[in-house]
């Protein structure tokens, strides 16, 4: 009985002790969930959820683990996951989220979350995996990320967090994968991520991150991904980068600044599979290795300095699914052996130098989708197989190439193309009409080719095929002499076309009024063809359109008022047709007109008044019209314009002096009207004014010396007017030549023109008076300078007693030193011209206007005597038109000079990199033409030849004609009878010198080619010989060899050549000829150059040439 109560009492205290534990259990669980609880309603109340999911699922009634977007684990019912991407939520993430103890997973990738992260997110310890991409939060790097050393995945992709990623990953001894890309982090890339020694994913990719990667990085051989894309990285990568990097698949180091070679160890990463690193400076050829790492897929090494040819052995990569090389320095052919690149999908080779026939290879790789061989040197005909072969294809560039031949029929086999662009090349033959099978056309491009219309049949009878491509939205056959009309069918192409360029194409018809269907035109260029009628009213339609060029046509009437419905046209080009009455006043309310080009018509009246009110137009053109009226005040409404053409029209009254408020003003040209009064002094506020033409009017008055005050003025033209009074001398009025004032009433005080009258008759008095002082004295000083210097010459010549019948001799007018300094205000700074290696060149107006150069030797500087003495005995005695003229010399103990022929023009170094003018080709060749005489000259024209041995732009002086004459022959030689070659220690100018005088001493004839060679050159690209781009292993020469014949463009100076421009081609083979030239003259063997007798007869053919092919 005793034992049966015992266990009784037992069994109800072993109850009691099950139920007090259980409760004890329940209510710390109970306490648990409530901080998670409380942790996800705070968040609740910092987000908005557009879908208001959230703000219905979040609450009370139900459990927390069964809300939307969170996980809690099975033991104990806590939250341990949160996935709340892609729900569009926008707010900020609360600091009572670190609550979350047993959080192992965040993710709240895409959505609106901005701010910083709150700090108490160190103590999730349990986070594992993290992941805020695609969100707004901002501020620094958390350094707080090192407490989650559970962490495995990072991710903070497309973001605006910040600074520097130094200090804050060093225990994360877990992580796995990392990525930042698209953020704003700075500074070097710490070596901490050096240390984690499980990290395979590495991408920091689209930051401004800058130096070199630590090399340590490298040696991390759990590494699959490094990638660094578009950041400001350089240096150089390790030779042996692949030693420690066993499992790299992916190395994505593309838009930085890397130099050197890629290094050669690249090959040893066996298990590589994408490899990017084009927009670099790389140079050199491709590492071997590369071509021989078969698990390749994608490879881009485009816009890089890499050169070489694509190897044989590229063949190997047979899993290569992307080749990507373009904008290198490629040259050879594409080897037969792509062909065995079964699974590529896209070859982009692109502007390189590519030449020589494609291999029929290539185009029966069924596989690929994306062929791009535009601007190389490719020739030959197009295989019949081009879209037989090639089923997947959906963009093809052809363009820029020498391809011949006809385009077959069988390309609209290649039903799946989008993209055909092969314009610029020698096509020949009719365009086929089978290319309208091509339905799923978007892009046609066949632009400068030699495409001709059939003699049977209208040549754009193709246009009519073109309407069965519904998404055809760029056509694009400009520079064809189709020579044909356009058919009513061009109204049946795709309603999605928005460009139609058809210029220069030959059409003679007037333009259909089918047009109008094509309401999604954004641009429609018809220019330089035959068209004739009106412009049918149906543009209206365009409401899209946003230009049209329709210039140099036959197109008679009015401009149609249509035109004001196109709501958002910006530029309208109408110009050299024959539209009469006036300008329509609704243009005046198209505000998005930018660009109105109306010049070269029969347009007459006035400009409406509604014209002054387009306050952002840019640029406006109505020359060569028979407008009339004045110009209005409000013409200073137009405050963004940049160029004002309103020349030769029937424009009276005065020039509003509100002109003055078109600040921004580059172009102002009025010349050829009837335009009255005074020239406004505001005109001094157009501060950007660079071309300024007000010729052929019947101004009066003074020109205002404010306008000395535009600094970027480069032409000036007040010729024909009815000016008086002194011309302006200062700021870019010292360039100005007499061309620019001819034929005024009383313009005076230029140096070509007459004195000014009231300065002439005060000063002439006090000269008189000084002169008579003087004229004994100086007489006397005279007579002594110049037989101390007679002296000194004949113990030269018996010294040179071999060279004493070398030249003739001449005689000097007497000049003293006081004169000299009389006519230099005492050699003052604002009479400097310039200064060089042995003194300074003043400008000297002297009493009776003749304008001197006065060079004055610093004789404190070594060897200036022995340049005195030599410029005297050269420049006195030689006798050529493009040689600089001595006039006199003045010569004592402590002061010698030479008085130099003027030359108002300046130096060619100043009109090719100083002044704003622009000299134009025909300009250049003249005056290389004429140093090629000068030199020429020197080499052959007397008993012994003469190396002037310091040949540069600076020493190459323009005269008021632009007639180039050689200067400075401070170190020039003598090669006496029997030398071509003599040594000397005097060196002459870096970048201009020949090899064999920089380095040996040696000169000779051949060494004033050289220099002449390299001149040559910069005249034509513009470019110095110590330009930024240069380096130890890129020289000017080098450049220009490099990008001959084929990319010749590339290094042509670009002022050269304008897009609009008939005659650019002929320009280029121009320019082409005269580098080729040039490299003829700079070869590093001196006995391989040739002679000046050469060079200026090819410049003379080459200009003869050049005239012959822009003359009409």
């Keep these: 009985m005793k034992r049966t109560y015992f266990l009784f009492v037992a069994a109800l205290l072993l109850l009691h002790f099950v139920t007090t534990s259980s409760a004890s259990i329940i209510a710390a669980g109970n306490h648990n969930n409530a ?171 689209y930051n401004q991150l800058v130096g070199p990667l630590p090399w340590a990085l490298f040696n991390l051989s759990s590494l699959q991904t490094i990638a660094f894309t578009n950041n400001s990285l350089s240096g150089y990568l390790p030779a042996r980068i692949c030693d420690y990097l066993p499992q790299l698949q992916g190395l994505y180091l593309s838009w930085n600044y890397f130099e050197g070679e890629i290094p050669s160890g690249i090959g040893e990463c066996s298990n590589l599979q994408v490899l990017v690193l084009s927009y670099n400076r790389f140079r050199g050829h491709i590492p071997n290795g590369v071509w021989n790492l078969t698990t390749l897929t994608q490879i881009y090494l485009g816009r890089t300095d890499l050169t070489g040819e694509i190897p044989k052995v590229i063949g190997n990569l047979y899993n290569l699914e992307i080749l990507g090389i373009r904008s290198a320095n490629m040259t050879g052919i594409v080897p037969q052996e792509v062909g065995n690149l079964s699974k590529l999908e896209v070859i982009q080779l692109s502007s390189n130098r590519l030449t020589g026939l494609i291999t029929l290879k290539l185009f029966n790789i069924s596989t690929l989708q994306f062929i791009s061989l535009s601007e190389n040197s490719f020739s ?72 001709f219309g059939d003699l049977r049949s209208n040549g754009l009878s ?85 230009r049209i060029d329709l210039s140099g046509n036959q197109i008679l009437g009015a401009i149609p008022s249509e035109f004001c419905n196109l709501v958002n046209l910006g530029e309208l080009t109408l110009g050299q047709n024959m539209f009469s009455g006036m300008v329509p006043s609704c243009l005046g309310n198209v505000t998005t007109l930018r660009y109105v080009y109306l010049n070269s018509n029969n347009l007459s ?119 008086r009074g002194p011309i302006p001398h200062g700021g870019p009025f010292a360039n100005f030549t007499n061309l620019s004032f001819l034929s005024n009433e009383a313009l005076c005080g230029a140096p070509r023109l007459q004195p000014c009258a009231s300065t002439f008759e005060h000063e002439s008095r006090t000269k008189r008076i000084v002169m008579i002082v003087l004229l004994t004295s100086g007489s006397v000083i005279l007579a002594l300078v110049i037989s101390i210097f007679l002296i000194r010459l004949k113990l030269r010549k018996k010294i ?63 060897g200036a005597f022995k340049s ?5 005995e050269l420049l006195s005695c030689l006798r050529h038109r493009n040689l600089t003229r001595v006039i006199t010399a003045c010569s004592s103990l402590d002061f010698k000079a030479l008085v130099l ?15 704003y003018h622009v000299p134009s080709i025909k300009q250049r060749l003249g005056i290389m033409i004429d140093v090629a005489s000068g030199l020429e000259y020197l080499h052959y024209g007397n008993s012994m030849p003469i190396v002037h041995c310091d040949l540069k732009p600076s020493n190459i002086l323009l005269d008021e004609d632009m007639v180039g004459h050689i200067c400075d022959f401070g170190i020039a030689k003598l090669l006496g009878d029997g030398e071509s070659v003599i040594q000397t220690k ?127």
């Design 35 to 205: 901080a998670d609880l409380n942790a996800l309603l705070a968040l609740k109340t910092t987000i908005f959820d557009p879908q208001r999911i959230i703000p219905t699922n979040w609450s009370n009634s139900n459990s927390v683990c069964n809300w939307i977007g969170i996980t809690c684990n099975a033991r104990h019912q806590r939250v341990a996951a949160i996935n709340l991407s892609y729900m569009g939520i926008v707010g900020t993430i609360p600091p009572e989220l670190g609550n979350l103890s047993f959080l192992v997973w965040l993710n709240v990738r895409n959505n609106s979350f901005h701010g910083h992260l709150p700090p108490e997110l160190s103590r999730l310890h349990r986070l594992k995996y993290i992941n805020l991409a695609s969100n707004d939060f901002e501020g620094e790097f958390p350094s707080w990320l090192g407490c989650l050393s559970a962490v495995w995945y990072i991710n903070f992709e497309h973001n605006r967090f910040s600074g520097s990623l130094s200090g804050r990953l060093s225990n994360l001894t877990k992580l796995e994968v990392i990525g930042l890309d698209d953020n704003f982090f700075t500074g070097n890339l710490s070596e901490e991520f050096s240390a984690l020694p499980k990290l395979r994913v590495l991408e920091i990719q």
């Design 380 to 451: 030959g005909e197009l295989p019949w197989t081009l879209g037989v072969s090639l089923p997947n294809l959906e963009e093809l560039y052809l363009g820029g190439n020498k391809f011949t031949g006809a385009i077959l029929t069988s390309i609209s086999n290649a039903s799946r193309l989008r993209v055909l662009d092969i314009g610029i090349n020698h096509f020949t033959g009719a365009i086929p009409h089978s290319l309208g099978n091509l339905g799923l056309l978007e892009v046609l491009s066949v632009t400068n080719n030699d495409f």
């Design 462 to 546: 193709f246009i009519t095929s073109l309407a069965n491509c519904k998404n055809l939205k760029s056509l694009r056959i400009n520079g064809n002499p189709l020579n044909g009309f356009l058919p009513k069918s061009i109204g049946n192409l795709s309603s999605s076309l928005e460009s139609f360029h058809a210029g220069s194409c030959g059409i003679k018809s007037e333009i259909p009024s089918s047009i109008g269907n094509l309401s999604n035109l954004v641009e429609l260029f018809f220019e330089n063809n035959s068209l004739t009628g009106l412009i049918p009213t149906t543009i209206k339609w365009f409401l899209k359109l946003q």
């Design 605 to 723: 009246s006035v400009i409406p008044t509604s014209f002054w009110s387009l306050r952002y137009i840019l640029e406006l053109d109505m020359s060569g019209n028979y407008l009339t009226g004045s110009l209005p005040a409000e013409i200073g409404n137009l405050k963004a314009l940049i160029y004002l053409n309103l020349s030769n029209n029937q424009y009276l009254g005065r020039i509003p002096s509100t002109i003055g408020a078109l600040q921004d003003l580059q172009e102002l040209s009025l010349e050829r009207n009837m335009l009255q009064g005074l020239i406004p002094d505001s005109m001094k506020n157009m501060l950007q004014l660079r071309h300024l033409d007000l010729s052929f009017n019947n101004l009066e008055g003074e020109i205002p010396n404010s306008l000395q005050e535009l600094p970027d003025l480069q032409y000036f033209n007040m010729s024909y007017n009815r000016l």
């Design 800 to 862: 040179l007693a071999p060279t004493q019948n070398l030249l003739p001799t001449a005689t000097f007018e007497r000049v003293s030193f006081h004169e000299l300094r009389q006519i230099t205000n005492g050699f003052s700074e604002s009479n400097l011209l310039g200064s060089g290696s042995f003194g300074s060149v003043y400008k000297g107006i002297c009493e009776n206007g003749m304008v001197w150069a006065i060079k004055v030797f610093d004789l404190q500087l070594e």
């Design 868 to 872: 005195f003495d030599r410029e005297c």
């Design 901 to 915: 022929e003027y030359m108002p023009n300046g130096s060619l170094e100043k009109w090719l990199h100083v002044n």
């Design 986 to 1112: 005097t060196l002459a100018t870096f970048g201009y010198i020949a090899p064999e005088y920089g380095l040996e001493g040696l000169i000779s004839t051949s060494s004033d080619v050289y220099s002449f060679g390299i001149i040559l050159m910069e005249t034509f690209t513009k470019r110095k010989t110590k330009d930024e781009m240069f380096t130890e292993e890129l020289n000017l020469r080098r450049w220009i060899q490099e990008c001959s014949p084929d990319s010749v463009i590339q290094v042509i100076d670009a002022d050269l050549l304008h897009p609009k421009d008939k005659t650019v081609q002929r320009k280029i083979e121009c320019v082409s000829s005269i580098l080729q030239l040039s490299l003829s003259c700079t070869t590093d063997a001196p006995e391989e150059r040739i002679n000046m007798k050469e060079v200026l007869g090819a410049l003379q053919k080459i200009k003869l040439q050049f005239i012959k092919d822009i003359t009409p």
